[in-house]
């Protein structure tokens, strides 16, 4: 088994933080994780494997050039797996700058580091580093969004309508541009709704059940019909690993868990769950509240992931009623995380 060396940035994350506990199980790798370790990144996340012998946590901003060059000549990765990202839509619509320089400047620098690492100019591979691989994590949010049919496809046209999807799908491009223009080894996923354990306590899932616990108002935005494709994350994780190591260079990869569900389902589902598991004098639902729309809401996302499964024989696990008992019991054992 090849051992390789690995960046894996916002590792500290939700998502990075299970990619990197699934990656240690399931190969001898060795690790770094640069975060930042802004609000939305938490050491807790990795607390499993802090002192792993294959794994190195680094503090630092992937803005930081001067950073990202000094990491990547001294452990000179062969892969990169590139998480961290600004991803709330509610903060790009009150703060947009950070997801600016995050999200476009903070690839930027990785891509230009990486090009610089691995090759001697376009399409020119160092000996050391012809096996590199840039895996770059993205959002079915660049799409836009759908009507009540269809399904986003690797073909269909961008149309961000956020902050955030706008500076993703400029990240995206940016990526494609370093295939391109480099021969840069890169691979795209582009995933649906994500949610299970470590999840920030700002996000839809974990707000209902805070809410729901501490006997709060329930909000959910609008009629509560947006319509999001639902995956589980380590099933995101398995799909990222399986793109990294088989995908084609250059290629996107959308990874979604064909789990469609509106939101108001999200909270009833949830509520009954906990009427089970955890009893009150009143039904948990009772709480729900409907609140004023956020601005620009896309409707409904949902991912045809036909292509990985097809391709790469990815294929998901678990479906949302599995995934979220498991999500719902991990919290439950977790408090202090929501």
Not at 21 to 36: G, H, P, R, S
Not at 114 to 122: E, F, L, N, R, V
Request: aromatic share 12%; net charge negative; proline share 4%.
């Amino acid at each position: 088994m090849n051992n390789d060396k690995v960046l894996i940035t916002g590792g500290a994350g939700f998502i990075g933080s299970n990619y990197v506990a699934y990656i240690l199980a399931q190969t001898n790798d060795e690790i770094v994780v640069l975060d930042k370790l802004t609000y939305a990144g938490d050491k807790r996340n990795l607390a499993s494997i802090w002192d792993h012998p294959n794994f190195t946590f680094v503090q630092g901003d992937i803005c930081d050039a001067e950073l990202v060059t000094s990491l990547f000549e001294l452990h000179k990765f062969s892969k990169v797996v590139h998480f961290a990202a600004e991803s709330h839509v509610d903060n790009s619509i009150t703060g947009p700058a950070a997801f600016i320089q995050t999200n476009i400047v903070g690839t930027f620098n990785l891509l230009q580091s990486a090009y610089k690492t691995w090759m001697d100019g376009p399409n020119l591979f160092k000996e050391t580093h012809k096996s590199a691989r840039f895996l770059h994590v993205s959002t079915d949010e660049v799409y836009g969004t759908l009507g009540e049919t269809g399904l986003f496809t690797e073909k269909t046209p961008y149309a961000p309508n956020s902050p955030y999807s706008a500076s993703k799908a400029s990240s995206d491009f940016i990526v494609r541009s370093y295939f391109h223009t480099y021969g840069l080894p890169v691979v795209t996923t582009n995933c649906s709704n994500n949610y299970g354990p470590n999840q920030h306590k700002e996000k839809l899932i974990p707000t209902i059940i805070r809410k729901a616990i501490s006997g709060e108002a329930i909000p959910i935005y609008g009629d509560g019909k947006n319509v999001r494709d639902w995956l589980y994350v380590l099933d995101h994780c398995k799909g990222i690993k399986l793109a990294i190591e088989k995908g084609i260079i250059g290629e996107t990869y959308n990874i979604g868990g064909n789990n469609e569900r509106d939101n108001l389902y999200i909270a009833h589902t949830i509520c009954d769950l906990l009427d089970a598991l955890k009893p009150k004098n009143s039904s948990y639902k009772e709480q729900i509240t409907f609140v004023q729309d956020r601005p620009g809401h896309d409707f409904r996302y949902a991912i045809d992931a036909s292509k990985i499964e097809g391709k790469l024989g990815w294929q998901a696990k678990e479906n949302f009623e599995s995934g979220i008992q498991k999500t719902i019991d991990w919290y439950l054992n977790n408090i202090d995380r929501l």
